[in-house]
Structure formats: structure tokens, C-alpha cells
């Protein structure tokens, strides 16, 4: 009987170390678990962060973009408006210019012509 009685002690404290053994092992993969998530919870703050701060540069790099087109707008519009006005006094000193050269042909024309009755009137 005593063998028996030591197979079943035996038996009891193998199954018992085993247990332990096992609830040692959930307790490690528990921690190991707990570990891992305020690892995995660090980083992606750590990512969030990050992508907010670079989302601030990004908004103000987007508003000094913004101004400058603004600027830049406005002196192409300025330099448009120049242009126009350039051009409508080009225009104007071209018409000018026309005018001259049409009253400098009819000049000389007249003067031709009167050239004509002077030597007529000398012959």
C-alpha cells in the first residue's frame, strides 16, 4: 500500500508543481502581455504627437504659402493693369505718330504742288 500511497503523493506533488509551473507561465505571459500594450500604447502616442506637430508646421507653412500667392496675385494683377494702361498709351503715341507721318505726306504734297505753279509761273 505504501507504494501506492507514494505513487499518488508522488503523482499529487508532480501535479501540483506542474500547476504551479503553469500559473507561474500565465502570470509571465500576463505581465509580458501588459507590457507589450503599454509598449504598443507609448509608440502610437508617441506617433500621434508627432504627426500633430508636423501637421502645425504643415499649417503654417500653408498659411505663409497662402499669403505669399495672395501677394503674388496682387502684383500680377498690378503688373495686368500696366500692362493695359502701356498699352492703351502706346496706342495713343502710335496714333500720334500716324497722325504726324499724314499731315507730313499732305505737307509735302502741298508743297510739291505749289512748287509745280512756281515753275510754272517761271516758265
Not at 505663409?64 to 496675385?73: C, E, G, I, N, V
Not at 496714333?95 to 499732305?106: F, G, L, Y
Amino acid at each position: 500500500m505504501d507504494s501506492i500511497t507514494d505513487f499518488f503523493s508522488d503523482f499529487q506533488t508532480r501535479r501540483n508543481t506542474m500547476v504551479k509551473n503553469s500559473e507561474n507561465k500565465w502570470n509571465d505571459v500576463k505581465v509580458s502581455g501588459n507590457q507589450l500594450n503599454t509598449t504598443l500604447v507609448d509608440n502610437v502616442n508617441d506617433l500621434i504627437s508627432n504627426i500633430y506637430h508636423n501637421q502645425k508646421i504643415i499649417d503654417q507653412k500653408c498659411t505663409k504659402l497662402q499669403d505669399q500667392a495672395t501677394k503674388s496675385l496682387s502684383l500680377h494683377s498690378q503688373a495686368s493693369n500696366d500692362l493695359v494702361k502701356f498699352e492703351k498709351e502706346f496706342l495713343t503715341v502710335t496714333s500720334i505718330v500716324d497722325w504726324a507721318r499724314s499731315i507730313e505726306k499732305k505737307l509735302k504734297g502741298i508743297h510739291h504742288y505749289y512748287q509745280k505753279i512756281e515753275n510754272s509761273e517761271k516758265n
